[in-house]
């Protein structure tokens, strides 16, 4: 391809045909396309730090974002994905739509798929919203996270940038902190993790720890310094008050100083330690700036980045599994 970025051919030899019309959850993955789509992304990494980053894989496509909570990282990004792809991209936000007015969410959703796009972002406060559209919808649903459910392109991001800090996720010993209970965040990664053979560890306090983690084949702690002790990944989760029914943790103050990350706990943990936040961070009530600003140690930023690569791969895999179907 003539005039083609660095790096396209080789983007354009790992694409695939994604064996799903959606992409609803971790738990519909194998470890086969998860590689696959890694893979991909990474692609996509060096494309997008390209000064022509612009691509026609998604030409005449169009992208449908569909936020019913607030966003920054996820809709930006899905949104930039599309775009860098070539799909039209429109953003729906329920403040401004009929929703306002009563409209239904299936209502909204079958009549969205009367205009015939051929996919769909959708967050929404309720779990299982993402799987309930799919089934009256003709083109690809991608869940951007579902009440305490699923975020499952978050995890496919945390897990690009720990490959890419690490060289590889099996035998990773990964401690996600914090409010855990509230966290699809921790559902979609301890799902993807266990597949790609980390060790996965939960630490909080007792009233943020779900009863379920029993069947999930994690560790779990209460005390953040054992709970962190040897780990390569710290994964630290916001306090979802605007979740929680009641007072579930102690003052924010006090939060801070049993399961907050700073300097003094985080030296317990594996040397090379990186830490992670999905965001958005809550400084000093979860996480230290000292430790969230240490690009020595940080992965933040890269996962913000990382986010636009993996939603990229999502985008182009169902849309050339829908290329197949025509
Ligand atoms: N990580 C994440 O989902 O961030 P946003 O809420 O900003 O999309």
């Known amino acids: 391809m003539s005039g083609a970025p660095t790096g396209l051919n080789e983007v354009l030899q790992r694409t695939f045909s994604f064996p799903k019309r959606h992409f609803l959850s971790a ?21 997008n730090r390209q000064t022509s980053k612009k691509l026609d894989l998604l030409k005449g496509r169009t992208l449908m ?15 930039l ?39 769909l972002v959708i967050r929404h406060s309720s779990s299982g919203a993402a799987s309930l559209l799919s089934q009256k919808v003709g083109c690809s649903v991608i869940n951007a996270g579902d009440g305490q459910h699923e975020h499952p392109t978050q995890a496919l991001l945390d897990a690009l940038s720990m490959r890419r800090a690490f060289g590889r ?14 966290s699809r965040v921790a ?13 996965v560890r939960l630490v909080g306090p007792p009233t943020l720890i779900p009863a379920a983690a029993d069947r999930w084949n994690v560790e779990v702690f ?3 310094r054992k709970g962190i002790a040897g780990c390569d990944v710290v994964m630290m989760l916001r306090l979802q008050l605007e979740r929680m029914d009641g007072v579930m943790a102690p003052s924010q103050r006090e939060y801070f100083r049993f399961f907050g990350l700073d300097r003094e706990k985080l030296a317990h943990a594996a040397p090379g330690v990186r830490v992670m936040h999905p965001g958005p961070m809550n ?17 933040i930023q890269d996962q ?20 197949n179907e025509r």
């Not at 729906?92 to 909204?108: A, H, Q, V, W």
């Not at 913000?304 to 290329?323: N, Q, W």
């Open 65 to 79: 974002n569909l936020f019913f909570e607030n966003s920054t990282r996820t809709q930006s990004s899905f949104e």
């Open 81 to 119: 994905a599309g775009k860098r792809l070539g799909a039209d991209v429109v953003n729906m936000s329920p403040r401004s739509s009929s929703i306002s007015k009563g409209e239904t969410l299936i209502d909204t959703a079958v009549t969205l798929n009367a205009m015939q796009p051929d996919l």
């Open 169 to 182: 996720i099996a035998g990773l010993k990964v401690a996600i902190c914090g409010d855990v209970l509230h």
């Open 304 to 323: 913000v980045e990382m986010g636009v690569a993996a939603r990229m791969a999502v985008l182009t895999s169902l849309a050339a599994r829908l290329d």
């Open 27 to 47: 738990t519909d993955l194998n470890e086969v396309e998860v590689a696959n789509l890694l893979d991909l992304a990474d692609g996509f990494v060096s494309l």
């Open 222 to 224: 209460h005390d953040m």
């Open 187 to 199: 559902r979609s990664n301890i799902a993807l993790l266990q597949m790609l053979g980390a060790h």
């Open 283 to 299: 400084r000093g009530v979860e996480i230290d700036s000292d430790v969230a600003d240490d690009l020595a140690v940080s992965l």
